[in-house]
Nanobody
C-alpha cells in the first residue's frame, strides 16, 4: 500500500509558475513509477507526466512538453511537478499516482494503483 498526498496548488496568473509536490508513505517508494494526471469538471482525467522508478526517464503529454517538468527524490519519498508558462487550459485538479506500468502504458490511468486526493490548480487573471 502507498499513501499519496499532493500539495502546492492554488491560483496563479497566466504565464506564471507553480510547483506541485506529492508525498508518499507506506510501501517502498523507489519501486513505483509515478505520474501526474489532471481533471477538469465534466471531463475525464488526463495524463500530464510520468517518471520511472529510478527517475531516469520522464514522459509528458504533448500539451505540457517543454513547460512542465516531473522529478522525484526517492530518499525523501517525494515527486514534484514544476509547471511554467501556465495557461488557463492548465486549470484543473491535479492528482499524483503510483504504479508499475510498462513503458507503453505510462499514460494510462489503469496502470496506476494508488492515487492522492488531488490539489486544485487555477490559472486565471
Amino acid at each position: 500500500q502507498v499513501q499519496l498526498a499532493e500539495s502546492g496548488g492554488g491560483l496563479v496568473q497566466p504565464g506564471g509558475s507553480m510547483r506541485l509536490s506529492c508525498a508518499a508513505s507506506g510501501d517502498t517508494f523507489s519501486g513505483y513509477g509515478m505520474a501526474w494526471f489532471r481533471q477538469t469538471p465534466g471531463k475525464e482525467r488526463t495524463f500530464v507526466a510520468a517518471i520511472k522508478p529510478n527517475g531516469g526517464t520522464q514522459f509528458y503529454a504533448d500539451s505540457v512538453k517543454g513547460r512542465f517538468t516531473i522529478s522525484r527524490v526517492n530518499a525523501k519519498n517525494m515527486v514534484y511537478l514544476q509547471m511554467n508558462s501556465l495557461q488557463p487550459e492548465d486549470t484543473g485538479v491535479y492528482y499524483c499516482a503510483a504504479g508499475r506500468p510498462i513503458t507503453s502504458s505510462v499514460r494510462a490511468q489503469s496502470s496506476y494503483y494508488y492515487w492522492g486526493q488531488g490539489t486544485q490548480v487555477t490559472v486565471s487573471s
